[in-house]
């Protein structure tokens, strides 16, 4: 492919840069949409925001929102299918803060647990809790009936 006169090709889409906003680079290849969804963007048509999906060699995604900060809880639940993202505020096109996401060893009321028989699925008061461990994955063991989420952690989250 011939390069255009700047050094980038017909495959690359460049992306405007923001002005104001949050870059959550570093998320798990695969992840962006889930990102999306938590984030609420897609009840919100009017929000400017660019995925980047599968970066390089597949390595990671990226989503970039225009006049946005997260909220805690927004983070926290990134950090469960995401755990090396990093939170980049960007203020005046300059990234003026970085932060990594923060897996907990333990999650209260955040995701239900994936057995429908678990005292948390009846109509016990009973909030779901897990320990989370990281090995090559993020594992969340449910502290009620010991099951194990891993694979599809966005499909549980509360
Ligand atoms: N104004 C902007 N608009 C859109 N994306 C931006 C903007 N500024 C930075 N970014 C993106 O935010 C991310 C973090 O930017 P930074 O300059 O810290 O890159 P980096 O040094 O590669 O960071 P890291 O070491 O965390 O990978 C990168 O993916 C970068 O492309
Ligand atoms: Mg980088
Ligand atoms: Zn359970």
Not at 11 to 31: M, S
Not at 47 to 73: A, F, Q, T, W, Y
Request: hydrophobic share 40%.
């Amino acid at each position: 492919m011939k390069p255009k006169p700047d050094g980038h090709n017909d495959r690359e889409l460049r992306v405007k840069r923001i002005t104001n906003g949050t870059v959550i680079d570093h998320i798990t290849a695969g992840q962006a949409l889930n990102v999306l969804r938590i984030l609420g963007i897609m009840d919100r048509l009017e929000e400017v925001v660019s995925v980047v999906m599968n970066v390089s060699d597949r390595k990671k995604d990226i989503v970039k929102i225009e006049g946005r900060e997260l909220k805690p809880e927004e983070v926290d639940k990134i950090a469960l299918i995401s755990p090396d993202a990093t939170i980049n505020i960007i203020r005046d096109y300059e990234v003026v803060e970085k932060h990594r996401v923060i897996l907990p060893s333990r999650i209260e009321g955040v995701v239900r647990c994936i057995n429908p028989n678990c005292i948390t699925n009846t109509d016990e008061p009973v909030k779901p809790k897990f320990v989370i461990s990281r090995g090559e994955r993020v594992e969340l063991h449910c502290m009620y009936c010991g099951r194990v989420i891993a694979d599809r952690i966005a499909d549980f989250l509360i």
